[in-house]
T-cell receptor, first 115, second 116 residues
Framework: KNQVEQSPQSLIILEGKNCTLQCNYTVSPFSNLRWYKQDTGRGPVSLTI?????NTKSNGRYTATLDADTKQSSLHITASQLSDSASYIC??????????????FGKGTHLIIQP | NAGVTQTPKFRILKIGQSMTLQCTQDMNHNYMYWYRQDPGMGLKLIYY???????DKGEVPNGYNVSRSTTEDFPLRLELAAPSQTSVYFCASSYSQGAMSNQPQHFGDGTRLSIL
């Protein structure tokens, strides 16, 4: 069964500090890996999408890395801001030859930025 | 920039009641989806649609029904509400979701549903 495991479950850091969130997956072969940000009471918003051939992708202060050999991805947040407080969800899409039902969602990392 | 709009935002139902969760998108996306998000769990796919008139079951379809008469609208129907259906429901849309698609999904802000 395809699985996506995220760690830590929750994280508290001070404003201005950096942090790294982890995602391990068992989906194989896979098409792409996505990171979403979900603010409290809102729907997820896409941060990055990486194909199996990409190693890194940035979106402002967010940088995602991917190691397809070890089936690991990380999301690095630089110079954190209060607005970064949210849940971060890792999503993996298998290479299924078609179909829209293959996305596997992680449970998310709940990040709290303290002033 | 409306994107994906869901109504209502909150609802409390009694066991056995029925209701329809509304979802509409203004991005002309072919693909639309319904997910449920339970506390501490990843999103689970209920139903999806690849275009008007075409729907298919996801991972957890029991107790739900959908229809897709237009590109814009994708309502989710609960016929006999049960406590196990207490959850947050998210509608999403995307341009495509083929095997190599890198198109992101755009989510609405959810409907918080409690069955008592």
């Amino acid at each position: 069964k395809n699985q996506v495991e995220q760690s830590p479950q929750s994280l508290i850091i001070l404003e201005g500090k950096n942090c790294t969130l982890q995602c391990n997956y068992t989906v194989s072969p896979f098409s792409n890996l996505r990171w979403y940000k979900q603010d409290t009471g809102r729907g997820p918003v896409s941060l990055t999408i990486m194909t199996f051939s990409e190693n890194t992708k940035s979106n402002g202060r967010y940088t995602a890395t991917l190691d397809a050999d070890t089936k690991q991805s990380s999301l690095h947040i630089t110079a954190s801001q209060l607005s970064d407080s949210a849940s971060y969800i890792c999503v993996v899409r298998p290479y299924s030859g078609g179909g829209a039902d293959g996305l596997t969602f992680g449970k998310g990392t709940h990040l709290i930025i303290q002033p | 920039n409306a994107g994906v709009t869901q109504t209502p935002k909150f609802r409390i139902l009694k066991i056995g009641q029925s209701m329809t969760l509304q979802c509409t998108q203004d991005m002309n996306h072919n693909y639309m989806y319904w997910y449920r998000q339970d506390p501490g769990m990843g999103l689970k796919l209920i139903y999806y649609s690849v275009g008007a008139g075409i729907t298919d079951k996801g991972e957890v379809p029991n107790g739900y029904n959908v229809s897709r008469s237009t590109t814009e609208d994708f309502p989710l129907r609960l016929e006999l509400a049960a406590p196990s259906q207490t959850s947050v429901y998210f509608c999403a849309s995307s341009y495509s979701q083929g095997a190599m698609s890198n198109q992101p999904q755009h989510f609405g802000d959810g409907t918080r549903l409690s069955i008592l």
